[in-house]
């Protein structure tokens, strides 16, 4: 069983992390092409990944990533942000989560921090198929642009 208590503690939090990490991405002078996402659109985004982790981790299926997420990378495309710039948000977005369960420091029982683990893998494994998604994203978007 997942640490169901730090899921809980990330969708509680899930607002400020989408607030915090949203103006990191915008003020990034290494994403200026992300700029054109409206910070709305882009917000929102990272709230339904924070706000509805459990859900992700436990309920949706490959298909529910590959969907949305090939749709993100298709919708990106369209935008003009490059292919390396929705990869370094996807990483960025996973990477904001870590720094906020470390700053957390909940786990105190060896049982927490197996349970942990198999959070952070599984965390890893989504944001992992979130990549590989927006990609085909962008590629199906070039295929259409071409045909």
């Known amino acids: 069983m997942i640490a169901i208590r730090l899921v809980r503690l990330i969708e509680a939090h899930c607002d400020d992390l989408a607030r915090s990490l949203t103006e990191k991405l915008q003020t990034s002078t290494q994403l200026e092409d992300l700029h054109r996402v409206p910070r709305e659109e882009l917000e929102e985004r990272v709230k339904e990944i924070y706000g509805n982790l459990c859900n992700w981790l436990l309920r949706k299926t490959e298909r529910d990533i590959e969907r949305l997420y090939t749709s993100i990378g298709m919708r990106r495309a369209a935008q003009g942000v490059r292919p390396s710039t929705v990869i370094f948000a996807i ?57």
């Open 91 to 147: 990483l960025a977005t996973k990477e904001h989560l870590w720094e906020f369960l470390e700053r957390e420091g909940l786990v105190d029982r060896p049982l927490e921090l197996f349970q942990e683990i198999e959070l952070l893998l599984r965390v890893e494994k989504f944001f992992d198929r979130a990549v590989y998604y927006a990609a085909r994203g962008f590629e199906l978007a070039e295929r259409s642009r071409a045909a």
